[in-house]
């Protein structure tokens, strides 16, 4: 199994076109601007098959944002920023295209993120 950054690039796809829906009917507000801007960075940096630095994974806060201002009134929006944060923290110098993954291992990683955020323990995990 190989973990593409189409999906990653897919989740930020979708993570901005709910950002610019949300922003539509409420402009103002700075929590959507800011995670605008972070998904606008990341999405950079896939699309120019870039591997974010450890300050610019530092500076990615919107799965705490999720959390902490969509998870109870909006778990869509927040489930979709979690997973798009997590999936960019562990981009690896060794991404070009395609990484390959062995199956198990992809498993792990998918299980480790939804444990997370089932557990709150996400906040801590991307801190780290």
Same mark, same amino acid.
């Given at each position: 199994?190989?973990?593409?950054?189409? *999906?990653?690039?897919?989740?930020?796809?979708?993570?901005?076109?709910?950002?610019?829906?949300?922003?539509?009917?409420?402009?103002?507000?700075?929590?959507?601007?800011?995670?605008?801007?972070?998904?606008?960075?990341?999405?950079?940096?896939?699309?120019? *098959?870039?591997?974010?630095?450890? /300050?610019? +994974?530092?500076?990615?806060? =919107?799965?705490?944002?999720?959390?902490? *201002?969509? /998870?109870?009134?909006?778990? /869509?929006?927040?489930?979709?920023? =979690?997973?798009?944060?997590?999936?960019? +923290?562990?981009?690896?110098?060794?991404?070009?295209?395609?990484?390959?993954?062995?199956?198990?291992?992809?498993?792990?990683?998918?299980?480790?993120?939804?444990?997370?955020?089932?557990?709150?323990?996400? *906040?801590?995990?991307? +801190?780290?």
């Amino acid at each position: 199994m190989s973990v593409e950054i189409s *999906e990653l690039s897919g989740l930020l796809d979708s993570a901005s076109k709910m950002v610019n829906d949300r922003l539509a009917h409420a402009p103002g507000w700075q929590v959507l601007q800011v995670i605008q801007t972070q998904l606008q960075a990341m999405q950079d940096d896939v699309n120019h *098959e870039r591997v974010p630095t450890a /300050e610019a +994974k530092k500076r990615i806060n =919107i799965g705490v944002l999720a959390v902490r *201002e969509f /998870e109870a009134n909006d778990p /869509e929006f927040a489930d979709i920023l =979690i997973k798009a944060a997590y999936l960019y +923290k562990k981009l690896s110098p060794r991404l070009s295209t395609t990484v390959p993954v062995p199956q198990e291992q992809a498993n792990a990683l998918v299980a480790e993120a939804n444990t997370l955020q089932a557990t709150g323990g996400y *906040e801590e995990a991307v +801190k780290a």
